[in-house]
């Protein structure tokens, strides 16, 4: 009889760990050690794994991010989609039995050096209490060498997006001037609900959308140089 009720304690803790590792990730820490220009991105790369046999509805939220004043994140990616940094907003994605998917952190550091970190929460959305796995993204960029002509760190620092909250109109001035400017703005979902090309100062009507918060990504030749956060008001 112990012995049977030994087997059965080691039977249980087995089916225990392999719950508890239906999800999986391949690093404890996502370090990155990169050098900074005025816009370009680093990136930080992850891979979560569904290790059953089963189809997986994942689920995450990044509940943290900190760096120096002069970074912007643009966007963190899971498989799918990529989103704007908004923390504690849940997204989701599907794995297949066996699947991994990528799970990216984008810092563009803007002439900044330093360190900073994001933490990544994901979980199997139907055994969220066993399967939680907790991920720091720990970025260290230091000074390139030259900095790229055209907007500075300081002048991208500078640039503003304003009223905030907006009703209808907002302004967008910039502390220079773009080669091949653009303007998107996002909603909360990672929705694009805007788009327009920019070279200097710009006013954008945005009486059309809905109240709510948005995030305005500024970009010259496809390389993003700011982001900015702001409420349209009713």
């Known amino acids: 009889m112990k012995k049977l009720f030994t087997l059965a304690l080691i039977l249980f803790a087995g089916l225990s760990l392999v719950k508890a590792q239906s999800l999986t990730f391949d690093h404890d820490t996502v370090n990155y050690v990169g050098t900074t220009a005025s816009s370009n991105e680093n990136d930080l790369i992850g891979n979560c794994t569904n290790t059953t046999n089963a189809t997986m509805t994942v689920n995450w939220s990044v509940i943290e991010s900190t760096g120096p004043a002069g970074w912007d994140y643009p966007g963190f990616c899971d498989k799918n989609l990529c989103y704007v940094l908004n923390i504690g907003a849940v997204h989701g994605f599907t794995l297949n039995a066996g699947e991994s998917g990528i799970m990216k952190l984008e810092i563009i550091g803007h002439c900044t050096p330093g360190s900073g970190h994001a933490t990544l929460r994901l979980w ?53 001037t773009l080669d091949n400017g653009q303007i998107d703005i996002y909603n909360l979902l990672g929705s694009r609900v805007y788009s327009g090309t920019v070279r200097g100062d710009k006013d954008i009507d945005l009486s059309s959308l809905d109240a709510g918060l948005y995030i305005a990504r500024i970009s010259d030749g496809g390389k993003v140089i700011a982001t900015r956060k702001f409420t349209k008001a009713e």
Do not use: W
């Open 124 to 176: 199997n959305a139907a055994d969220s209490a066993n399967s939680v796995l907790t991920i720091p993204y720990v970025a260290r960029l230091n000074q390139s060498v030259t900095c790229p002509t055209g907007i500075t760190a300081v002048e991208a620092g500078k640039i503003e997006f304003y009223p905030n909250p907006v009703r209808d109109m907002a302004h967008l001035a910039i502390p220079g």
